[in-house]
């Protein structure tokens, strides 16, 4: 579930990636804190360096 966030969503083009909010409530998460939190512990590392290292943001 974690790994769909790095996707993006089809309405959006990818230089262009939705907030964490829309994101993990769109893959059932209640709040971006457990997305972040959730990500972080699977990952290693959080959504926004991970993207930055993706050369995204």
Partial sequence: MV????R?????PAEA?????GRARA???ATAGAFHT???RTL???P???LRER???
């Fill in 3 to 6: 790994l769909d966030l790095l």
């Fill in 8 to 12: 993006p969503l089809p309405a959006l």
């Fill in 17 to 21: 990636p939705a907030p964490v909010d």
């Fill in 27 to 29: 893959v059932g998460y």
């Fill in 38 to 40: 959730a990500f972080r």
């Fill in 44 to 46: 290693g590392t959080t």
């Fill in 48 to 50: 926004s360096r991970c």
């Fill in 55 to 57: 050369g995204i943001r």
